[in-house]
């Protein structure tokens, strides 16, 4: 899952990042509203959260374009302001929760997992692929029902993959998904974080097929899968 924090406090949001990146997620974070609605209006994101006080662009205004858009992304408010008119206008606007400061981080990343649970239609939060799962609000992916340990950045690798099996992933769409904006990593660090992955996941049929020059695919598992070769880096 993939976040744009728009935060103008440096300390709290290098706190917020280093939190939300331990529990997984991919954070980007913006110091204005300005970056912000860039940023929502050219990348994708999975979740925002807003501070509503931030300068050259306040955080309603930010909330008011980005619905403009039609978008649907999951919203949470954070402010320094607890009124229930700023927090009537939030919602009104579009916004999904709200919660002011100061505030426990255990309480921010809770209701985290029940927006982005709610962001993925709030339907079925595991994605199954042979003997491999995923929880995507937990981040926590299973083999034959034993938990795996996987980095954050291979936890990252693997739902894009399954979110996309049997269907082409480039290079640059990866780097895209794992990377906090701004930061470069190169094709050959893709290279590492697959073969990672492929060593911790490639039992009984599943399988990360490498397409030259393009990018992967997370192959469609059959049970004659199963019964295949392995596949190559």
Known sequence: MRILLAEDDS?????????????????????????????????????????????????????????????????????????????????????????????????????????????VGGGPTAIKHGPLSYDQVGRIAYMHDQMLELSARELGLLEVLLQRTGRLVSKEQLVDHLCEWGEEVSNNAIEVYVHRLRKKIEVDGVRIATVRGLGYCLERYSDANAHGTPSTN
Request: charged share 30%.
């Open 11 to 119: 300390v709290l949001a290098d706190g917020l990042t280093r939190s939300l990146r331990q529990s997984g997620y991919a954070i980007d974070c913006v110091k204005n509203g300005v970056e912000a609605d860039s940023a929502l209006s050219t990348q994708d994101f999975d979740l925002l959260i807003l501070d509503l006080g931030l300068p050259k662009m306040p955080g309603l205004e930010v909330l008011r374009r980005l619905r403009a858009r039609n978008s649907h992304l999951p919203v949470l408010i954070l402010t320094a302001v607890d009124s229930i008119e700023q927090r009537v206008k939030g919602l009104d606007l579009g916004a999904d929760d709200y919660m002011a400061k100061p505030f426990a981080l255990s309480e921010l990343e809770a209701r985290v997992r029940a927006l982005t649970r709610r962001g």
